[in-house]
């Protein structure tokens, strides 16, 4: 039988049947309004949502400025004020590097111009020779390779068995002290993943292991490093002031680990566990910090005490300049605070860092007028989003004045942000951890290197030093001097 023709129906018609009916009284128009008033707020509260969420960058949110793309304006593209050129400027006298002493020259090679003129006669030297020095590398740099011979024995009277024992400082791998310390400085310092780690070792100082025997040194590293990280975050938690952050990083489990920062000027401590709870945070620190801790508004420190916590200021002006770009009085209130913030950054700046009593008394005024513009923006109905943002704010108001009456204490969270880079630009090049032993590597190498740095110490040196003392099962160098309390 023939396909029968199907009969054509209009989209007038289609529409009038999914249509509702229509009102009959005056009554039910009015309700119908209403519904599809509400609908059109909602609507377009949820359009300005995404339309905020498409245009958040580093300035208005906690986004990294390498997320902006190309075009946003970056540091880099910003002009300096002055209407000059980058780099050195006409007259600048430079630097240079200065020449070694004789004694610390491997080899000197005498150049003296030719014996005669082009006219024939002979060429006499005079004066002092112009010193040029010439830093190059050796073809190979060999490895210091030692055997160690173990014999056995029997005791001629028991007949007792006895074994030779390795050296001091002597480990049971093939990797030696100092090579363990390179491994853990390329890895952490110069953030290598362990295939490069492996490939320049073998080109560069014939050292040929394999990429699990260096997946292994830096598990061993990681074991030598525990006991004097431990002691540093021991140290830690007597500090005055101290900064703290997290950032994802990607890990063995599903869910992915999550890196924190302890950050104090003179130590950068990190680990790495499976978790941003709360409870993280108190096995760092402790439920009850001894100093004050400068934070985000996360609601993992949400339990701290007021006097106890200082909230960054940092990431207050981004969500201030989000609430800025909205419409309406919403957007008035985010200018009202946001030039507020200003205002404060600019008086804390002419007053001295240890004037204290100064700090707050001129900061007063601002935070009356800060607390007054959170006020209005919390009793906002037509925007939810600033409603709650000043809502909480508010709830922990006194945490944004703590610097005022703490000297060692900073407006903002920089420092741990700062401290952070070098881990978030490691899992950014070698991508997650893919077991805890890596986890635990890279939590412990990047805190002995990022303190090693900001105490100007030599990180390789150290790192052989807790490896031997770590064979030696003797005391490990101390990484942070203790705090007096």
Not at 121 to 133: F, L
Not at 213 to 224: E, F, M, P, T, V
Not at 247 to 276: D, H
Request: net charge positive; glycine share 8%; charged share 25%.
């Amino acid at each position: 039988m023939a396909d029968q023709p199907q009969p054509q129906v209009s989209e007038a018609s289609q529409a009038a049947d999914e249509a509702p009916p229509m009102p009959a009284t005056v009554e039910q128009c009015h309700v119908v309004i209403g519904q599809l008033t509400d609908e059109l707020k909602a609507m377009r509260l949820a359009i300005e949502a995404l339309t905020e969420r498409v245009s958040l960058n580093s300035r208005n949110s906690s986004k990294p400025p390498s997320s902006d793309g190309p075009g946003r304006g970056g540091r880099s593209a910003r002009s300096s004020g002055t209407g000059r050129k980058r780099g050195a400027q006409k007259g600048h006298t430079g630097s240079f590097r200065a020449l070694l002493p004789e004694s610390q020259v491997d080899r000197v090679q005498d150049c003296k111009p030719p014996e005669r003129c082009a006219c024939g006669c002979t060429v006499e030297v005079t004066g002092q020779p112009r010193r040029h020095q010439v830093f190059d590398l050796p073809p190979m740099i060999k490895p210091v390779v030692s055997e160690y011979r173990l014999y056995t024995g029997v005791c001629r009277g028991c007949r007792r068995a006895h074994a030779a024992q390795l050296p001091a400082s002597v480990p049971s791998g093939q990797i030696g002290p100092r090579a363990l310390g390179l491994v853990g400085m390329l890895g952490t310092r110069f953030q290598m993943p362990q295939m490069k780690i492996r490939d320049l070792m073998a080109q560069l100082l014939g050292i040929d292991f394999s990429v699990g025997a260096i997946s292994q040194a830096q598990g061993k590293l990681a074991q030598a490093l525990d006991a004097p990280v431990h002691a540093a975050m021991a140290e830690a938690r007597k500090a005055g002031a101290v900064h703290v952050d997290e950032t994802p990083y990607p890990g063995e489990s599903s869910k992915g680990n999550w890196a924190w920062s302890v950050v104090l000027p003179q130590a950068a401590l990190y680990t790495v566990l499976p978790s941003r709870a709360r409870y993280v945070f108190t096995s760092l620190l402790g439920d009850r910090p001894a100093g004050v801790v400068i934070t985000d508004r996360y609601s993992a420190y949400a339990h701290l005490p007021s006097e106890r916590r200082q909230v960054c200021w940092a990431h207050l002006l981004r969500d201030f300049r989000r609430i800025a770009e909205r419409s309406g009085a919403a957007g008035e209130v985010g200018r009202r605070l946001l030039g507020l913030g200003y205002v404060m950054f600019r008086r804390r700046h002419r007053l001295s860092e240890a004037d204290a009593p100064s700090c707050r008394t001129d900061l007063a005024g601002v935070r009356v007028r800060v607390r007054q513009a959170l006020e209005r923006g919390a009793a906002l109905l037509g925007c939810p989003r600033t409603a709650t943002t000043c809502a909480n704010l508010l709830k922990i108001e006194p945490a944004l004045w703590t610097f005022t009456t703490h000297a060692e204490v900073p407006p903002t969270n920089n420092s741990a942000e700062q401290a952070l880079r070098p881990v978030v630009l490691k899992r950014k090049i070698s991508g997650p951890t893919r077991s805890r032993r890596g986890a635990n590597f890279i939590a412990r190498g990047f805190s002995v290197a990022e303190t090693c740095r900001r105490q100007g110490r030599d990180l390789l040196d150290y790192l052989q030093r807790s490896v031997c003392a770590w064979i030696d099962k003797t005391e490990p160098p101390q990484l942070l001097k203790p705090v007096l309390v």
